[in-house]
């Protein structure tokens, strides 16, 4: 059961001043169990999805536990793109403004692509809290630039993405340069088989917080669109004709498909903003202050790009291309529907794809099959598992006799013989259908 209010976890005054200048009234559930074991002292692993409120679940009581009377660095926060450490900086910033402690509470950010002697420079008094990525802060900790041994706590936040990113060994790395007493907090989506031996390694009984994942709010609406061999741009344009966003950000599955689509788009007169990694560090930069700027209704965006950056005000997401995994489906649409607000999101799909949406049905998830006539939507059939079937069943029977050896003689019984051989690759062409379902 949550509390009413923060009061529960006996803040100092300056966090209730935060608190209030925040408009946060409530903890959310990570906050509520998560906030009590930070403050004893414990190492933990909080895992929630993206929106839930991860982000202020560690920085209120890091800030209930800095010492402003000692110098040197009391918190390392780590984050594994440029773009999600800044918008931790800025968080942190604004609740030193908020607590009216400037020049008492300090902190730095440190992240590449940015003059990394203006940066020494500016390292000259060690600040409070410094947060970053994982290479540059081993850079400068390596060069002797900055000490993290004096740091109570560490936190790894998107520890997921960390690992995708290979990122876990730079992390091991500045750990090690830690005192072996320091507390550990893990942030995460979700925790990956592959990431149990690092957390054996560093965190010693954490305390392992699991919200129950809610697979979309009630809030929010699942469309689905045939593709039919059309190009994924001309389905695109025919969506921006039935809804006015006020913000859509629309998932592609890699660079190469993101600057296509893009182009695609802009060649077809729809103005959109681009984000990926594969961007120059200043083009990324201008692209994501353009998008919180509202420079855009439309926003092309990669998987990675997107992950845990706070877009304000995102009304739509659209798959233009489905991930492969339930859990980057879940990522992608938990961009809308933020804090009881409407969202909904747009798939194109194709046969390969209902492997998944089958999987997201069966968990409870509810999608409407649709198509747009004449810039407004229409229902479509529903392209479940059995009229596939029969199509693959067809294509099977085909590709399998196909592959049947020709006979150089005619012989009794040949017809028979060919039958049994082509019964027998069909077999084996459906076993192998199969397991790539179960994938």
Not at 143 to 162: C, K, N, T, Y
Not at 212 to 231: A, F, G, N, Y
Not at 297 to 318: C, F, M, N
Request: charged share 25%.
């Amino acid at each position: 059961m949550q509390s009413n209010n923060f009061t529960s976890f006996s803040f100092r005054q300056e966090l209730h001043t935060v608190l209030e200048k925040l408009h946060f009234h409530q903890p959310t559930g990570i906050q509520e169990k998560i906030i009590p074991a930070i403050l004893s002292g414990e190492s933990v692993i909080g895992q929630s999805q993206t929106g839930s409120g991860k982000t202020h679940a560690f920085l209120l009581p890091i800030f209930n536990l800095l010492d402003e009377s000692k110098q040197g660095v009391q918190f390392v926060i780590t984050s594994p793109t440029r773009e999600l450490a800044t918008q931790i900086y800025n968080e942190v910033k604004k609740m030193i403004q908020y607590a009216n402690k400037e020049g008492k509470w300090t902190t730095r950010l440190l992240v590449g692509g940015t003059d990394k002697q203006r940066m020494i420079d500016k390292l000259t008094d060690p600040p409070h809290i410094i947060v970053g990525t994982p290479g540059r802060i081993l850079d400068l900790v390596q060069e002797g630039v900055i000490s993290i041994f004096s740091a109570r706590s560490f936190v790894i936040d998107e520890a997921d993405l960390m690992l995708d990113l290979g990122l876990i060994k730079e992390i091991d790395q500045l750990l090690v340069r830690c005192n072996q007493a320091i507390q550990v907090l893990v942030f995460s989506a979700t925790i990956p088989q592959k990431m149990q031996p690092f957390l054996k390694k560093y965190l010693s009984g954490p305390i392992h917080v699991k919200m129950d994942q809610v697979l979309s709010p009630e809030t929010m609406e699942h469309r689905l669109i045939h593709r039919k061999h059309r190009e994924e741009a001309d389905v695109i344009m025919e969506i921006s004709q039935a809804i006015n966003p006020y913000i859509a950000i629309i998932f592609t599955n890699g660079r190469e498909q993101a600057d296509k689509l893009s182009n695609a788009l802009l060649q077809r007169g729809l103005e959109v903003g681009i984000l990926h990694g594969g961007l120059p560090a200043r083009e990324r930069k201008r692209a994501l202050k353009e998008i919180q700027n509202l420079r855009y209704q439309y926003i092309v965006a990669t998987d990675l790009a997107a992950r845990g950056i706070h877009i304000e005000g995102v009304s739509h997401v659209i798959n233009a291309q489905l991930p492969k995994q339930v859990e980057f489906y879940i990522h992608r649409v938990g961009r809308t529907a933020r804090a009881g607000m409407e969202g909904t999101a747009i798939s194109l799909y194709t046969e390969e794809d209902l492997v998944l949406i089958e999987k997201l049905e069966e968990q409870g998830l509810k999608f409407t099959f649709s198509n747009i006539k004449n810039g407004s939507w229409v229902e479509d059939k529903h392209w479940n598992r059995r009229n596939i079937r029969k199509k693959t069943d067809k294509s099977l029977e085909e590709e399998a006799w196909r592959r049947v050896p020709k006979a150089k003689k005619v012989k009794p019984g040949y017809r028979k013989k060919m039958k049994q051989q082509q019964q027998q690759i069909k077999r084996q062409l459906s076993n192998q259908t199969k397991r790539n379902y179960k994938k």
